[in-house]
């Protein structure tokens, strides 16, 4: 079983930056960040498919937020620029067999989702 810790979020105004981090406790094919929000559906936000080395970014956060990883300690961030308050979630790091499986919400194991707020 995977284990994946994650830590940051927290507060920041609209125009700063934050950064996730996660760890899984091994290695897996895909990893990424879902985020949600009260009474809304869980979207998928970035995600990353080791083998193909594909990374895909959700069409509100492109431009803004990026992927950095640390492949040798089963690591992924998630670099959050430009905050909007529309970016105000809980955020989950996700991992999955492949990519493709995330976009049908098939993944294996999440992490305990820091709150990220964004205030105007």
């Known amino acids: 079983q995977v284990q994946l810790v994650e830590s940051g979020g927290g507060l920041a105004q609209a125009g700063g930056s934050l950064r996730l981090s996660c760890a899984a406790s091994?290695?897996?094919?895909?990893m990424g960040w879902f985020r949600q929000a009260p009474g809304k559906e869980r979207e998928l936000v970035v995600a990353?498919?080791?083998?193909?080395?594909?990374?895909y970014y959700a069409d509100p956060v492109k431009g803004r937020f990026t992927i950095p990883r640390n492949n040798a300690h089963h690591a992924i961030y998630l670099q959050m620029d430009t905050l909007k308050p529309e970016d105000t979630r809980v955020y989950y790091c996700?991992?999955?067999?492949?990519?493709?499986?995330?976009?049908?919400?098939?993944?294996?194991?999440w992490g305990q989702g820091p709150q990220v707020t964004v205030s105007s």
């Open positions: 990353i498919d080791y083998e193909s080395e594909k990374i």
């Open positions: 996700v991992t999955s067999g492949r990519m493709a499986r995330m976009f049908k919400g098939d993944t294996d194991y």
């Open positions: 091994y290695s897996v094919y895909a």
